[in-house]
């Protein structure tokens, strides 16, 4: 048969059988839930061996509940699953010390990290215990690039740092709100001190 | 959240990003940061004072040169940078005339650096103290950070060269571990070769030796320079950059000299030229 004579055979695309991507289904700690790719999850070390570990299948990622990320808000979740996106397929980088680290930050990281500082060091916090290597780098030369120029007063501003005295204060505070006798304690003490006595007992 | 709030090795690994000032000011901020600033500034191996010109809120310590009033306060002395940088290796001080942040004998605190191996001094010219009931003298480099430097750079416009080579040939300073050393000088004075001369008679270990602008009176004086630089018997690099002879120069010696170079397949860049004719 001539290849003019064959016969036209439509193809039903929808028939081949295509591996399906597999979205796995995580939940912050306020409950709010999240769809990630397989592909975007290599970017963590430790959501990758967990998914690896659960060795779910796709209906089972349907069927059953999502994985809870119990240290993470859904704010910060989203920032970083955002990035995994964003990035996934990307070649994770090694730090062994054997070449100088010389780290940019591309534009989508940047925007992404236009945020207020205490969601980025949330941020910071949670690349650090999902063990997501190169977010961890470019969101700690953000916050370095932050401190450049900068007085100690301008530092405690940007930082968001108490003074001593303020840290002091505040650990006077909790410490009263938890303990309302351990002042009466150290006012007992004080009293006896001013009237001379040596030992309080 | 605060940065403080972070566990301390993704506090360093911030810090690592940032440079010494930054971290300086980073660890003034509260005494819990005072540890973490310490612990990355403490693995600091070289600093360079020309980085460090525009951060003015760690202040290089400037002067108005016409009121010789202080502009800026610094934390970057020596005997400060000492305590903070204590495993520091290489350290280049710098300073131009617009900014003689330099203070009498600061560089005595050079002694801190302990592991201080290179040295490079740029702009600084010893002044000469005086104090009362006693006697004046000359203000000098430690000699414990003399005798570890491995290599030794000295950039300077007038007499800064000649006082520390006389202060190192007269206080019989052997820097027993020196291998680099280079002289640079603006305008050179009559008794500088001679103590180039007597440099390289004491440190028979140079392998690489750099001389810019040194004027030499006659041409027996250059031949004797020349057969100095010889008598190093491990040399590898010479550099001769602006120097010349007031007097004529015999080709002879100058041809002489390069084969003795070439035959040891020592590097070199030009030889002492002379002044009168060409």
Redesign the interface.
Known sequence: MSVENAPVVDVDEAAIPVEKKMYYRFESNDKKEFRVSELAIQQSETLNRLVEAMGYTSEDVENKPAIAIENIDGKTLKLVFQWCEHHKGEAIPVDDGSVPKIVEIPEFDAKLMDIDNGLLFKLIWAADYLNIVQLLNVSCKKVANMAQGKTPAQLRRVYLLPSDEEDEAAKRAAQEAQDPRAREVEEEFEERKRQGGNSFF | ???????SE?LV???????F??CM??R??????YDVGNYVLAKTKTFDFRRYN??R?VGIQSRYVETDKKKNSTNLNPTKLGKSLPKLNELVIAQNEEKLWIDKDALMGLTYFRGLESLAIIGWEPSNITRRGCAARNEVLPQSTLRNLVKFTIICKRETVSKILHYIIDNKILMTKCVKAKFSIRFSISDLPLLAMKFMEYHPKLLSICFEGLLFITQEQVESFYNHILALCHLEKVRLENCSVVDRINREITNTFLESLQERNIKFTNTVKSMSYG
Do not use: G, V, W
Not at chain 2, 13 to 19: P, T, V, Y
Not at chain 2, 28 to 33: E, R, V
């Open positions: 959240m605060n940065i403080e709030n972070l566990p993704l690994q911030i810090l690592d990003d940032c440079d000032a930054d000011c980073f003034a901020t509260s005494s819990k940061n525009d951060h809120h």
